[in-house]
Antibody, heavy 115, light 111 residues
Framework: QVQLVESGGGVVQPGRSLRLSCKGS????????MHWVRQTPGKGLEWLAT????????YYGDSLRGRVTISRDNPGNTLFLHINSLRSDDTAVYYCATGQVPYYWGQGTLVTVSS | QSALTQPPSASGSPGQSVTISCAGS?????????VSWYQQHPGRAPKLIIY???GRPSGVPDRFSGSKSGNTASLTVSGLLADDEAIYYCSSYGGNNNYLLFGGGTNLSVL
């Protein structure tokens, strides 16, 4: 079955950078677009970024544009999200998802930005 | 403020039907067939229940149905069960500059 497992979350100081990872299994990773979506505590879903199946195209939402890079390693079945200059309002659960639109989702990784 | 507009709450009694709306624009819902709906229970990841306006993933009961008219999409849940109590989010493709848009979510209560 399709599995997506995020990692890399934790407590990070404001201004620092962070790289989140998402390991996929149970499907042909290299054939599908991938997405990052976050959810702040008690709030709704916010799309962050999307990357095409081969990594040739990427799209970013306004909230993190300029501070974020999405990338993927198809041989390693892994998706990445690199975020710079973290702020307190970046505190959220970060989900990865696969499909043309988010179809299968991981369980999320919590990022807490705090000094 | 979310790009797509949903009512914050909805409710119904067991066995009844409830419809949740999702208002967008001619640049997103009105322009594309890529409207999705997600169900999220507390502490869990979102789960896709409707894709491409009316499609149902394998395993999703046919009590869940989707539709679209103009710039507004709708999710109907028929034969309400207690387990349907959750937050429902709509989503739409919005073109390359706004690839994916979400609604603010609707908290469905089964009374």
């Amino acid at each position: 079955q399709v599995q997506l497992v995020e990692s890399g979350g934790g407590v990070v100081q404001p201004g620092r950078s962070l790289r989140l990872s998402c390991k996929g299994s149970g499907f042909t990773f290299k054939s599908f677009g991938m997405h990052w979506v976050r959810q702040t505590p008690g709030k709704g879903l916010e799309w962050l970024a999307t990357i095409s199946f081969d990594g040739s195209e990427s799209y970013y939402g306004d909230s993190l544009r300029g501070r974020v890079t999405i990338s993927r390693d198809n041989p390693g079945n892994t998706l990445f999200l690199h975020i710079n200059s973290l702020r307190s309002d970046d505190t959220a659960v970060y989900y990865c998802a696969t499909g043309q639109v988010p179809y299968y989702w991981g369980q999320g990784t919590l990022v807490t930005v705090s000094s | 403020q979310s790009a797509l507009t949903q009512p914050p709450s909805a409710s119904g009694s067991p066995g009844q039907s409830v419809t949740i709306s999702c208002a967008g624009s001619s640049s997103d819902i009105g322009a594309y067939k890529y409207v999705s709906w997600y169900q999220q229970h507390p502490g869990r990841a979102p789960k896709l229940i409707i894709y491409e306006v009316t499609g149902r993933p394998s395993g999703v009961p046919d009590r869940f149905s989707g539709s679209k008219s103009g710039n507004t999409a709708s999710l109907t849940v028929s034969g309400l069960l207690a387990d349907d109590e959750a937050i429902y989010y709509c989503s739409s493709y919005g073109g390359n500059n706004n690839y994916l848009l979400f609604g603010g979510g609707t908290n469905l209560s089964v009374l």
